[in-house]
Each structure stands twice: as C-alpha cells, then as structure tokens.
C-alpha cells in the first residue's frame, strides 16, 4: 500500500508555499493591475504562475525521481538511492549542480504560466455565472464546483506541455540519457508513440484535478470571505456623501474574490 504514495513527502513540503505564493502574488497583481476584468483575472494568474516555478520545478522533480525509484525491480532485490525527497535533490546537486535540480525548468514556465491564467481565469467568470454570493444557501457548493473546474480546465489547456516536462524530469534515472533538448523529446516521443503520447495520464489527472482545486479555491475564498467580512460596509459607511455613487457602482461589481 505504501507504494501508492511513493513521493508524497516532495508535495507535502512544496504545496504549502506554493499555494501561499500563487495566491498571495495573484492578490497582490490584481491590486496593482486595478480593474476586476477577466483578462486581468489571467494575466494576474500567470504572474501567479511563473513566480512560483522556483519551487515547483524542484518539487516535481524529486517527486518524479521518488516514484521512479526501485521500478521494474524485486521487492526484496530494489535498492533505494534517495531516502527521502530532500536526500533526492541533495544528490541530484552533488551529481549536477543547480542545473540538475532545475532541470525541466523551462517546460514548467510554458506549461505554469499560462496555465495558472487559465486558472484564474475559468475561476472568475464561473463564480460570476453561478452567482456566488455570501448570502446564496448554496455558495460552498457552487465554489467547490467553480473551483474543481477551474482546474480541469488549467489542465486541459497545457496537459501536451506536462507530458513532455515529466519526460524531461525522469530522463537519466539509472545513469542513461535519451533526450538532448525539449524538441528532441517531442520529436521522439510522436516518433515512437504518436500523438495520443500527449493524452497518456490525462484521466487520473482530471480525477485528481477536480477535488484538490476545489477544495483549494473554496478554502481560500471562504477564509477571505470570513476574515474580511464587514471590509466593505466599513468603507462605505467611513466615506464622504461626494464619494457615495463611485462606490457604490464598484461594489455592484461581482468579483470572484
């Protein structure tokens, strides 16, 4: 049984900053940007995205390296080289430098970026749609449902990307390298399996997409909802008679968050 969470150790230290770090540069980005609109909704996100890379290249890394680990093998044969997922990176540094801790980089900026916009994106103008209001009976299930997919489609958008990434990533487990670049990967990767090798896994991770995004966005959003709910009829009420109508109209706006 064990064997189903081979790697768990990688998310569990990674996944805590950076949830705290998409979430805490998206906010910040929206400020800056002003307007509450859908395209800055996306380009808030991918901002979100492309910061967070620095951990979760890494992360996925030792993850893909931990899975990997004693495949193929006996169980009472496998030799483990990595104890844990700090042991793994600490290894791959020792081996190949910062290089080797970063490899797949590249590919996770092509495939985070944009699809953390995708992200945020689909997040917005669902809970617009669905009408996600603090006074709606049905709210946590219309969150739960916006943020779920919300992820299906972060994952759709740049699934093809993440295939490659992975390959990348566990390429020269046990000493042998097949892919000089990510256009050698690519090339031979259609060569040998055609175009259906950017599908392969896509099922189980839909299946996992849609519970732990919707889980992750209800949590955040009702936490925000929670912390800060009298935010808005402070400020209203603190403001002149001059100033009544502007804010009024900005909080007639429907916001996501």
Known sequence: MLGLYKGIGSPMMGLTFINAIVFGVQGNAMRRLGEDTPLNQFLAGAAAGAIQCVICCPMELAKTRMQLQGTGEKKSSSRKVYKNSLDCLARIYQREGLRGVNRGMVTTLIRETPGFGVYFLAYDLLTRSLGCEPEDPYMIPKLLFAGGMSGIASWLSTYPVDVIKSRLQADGVGGKYQYSSIMDCTRKSIQREGWRVFTRGLTSTLLRAFPVNAATFATVTLFLLYVRPDEGSKD??????????????????????
Do not use: N
């Open 236 to 257: 209203c009420e603190a403001a002149p008679a001059s100033h009544q109508a502007p804010l009024q109209q900005q909080q007639a706006q429907k916001s996501s968050l």
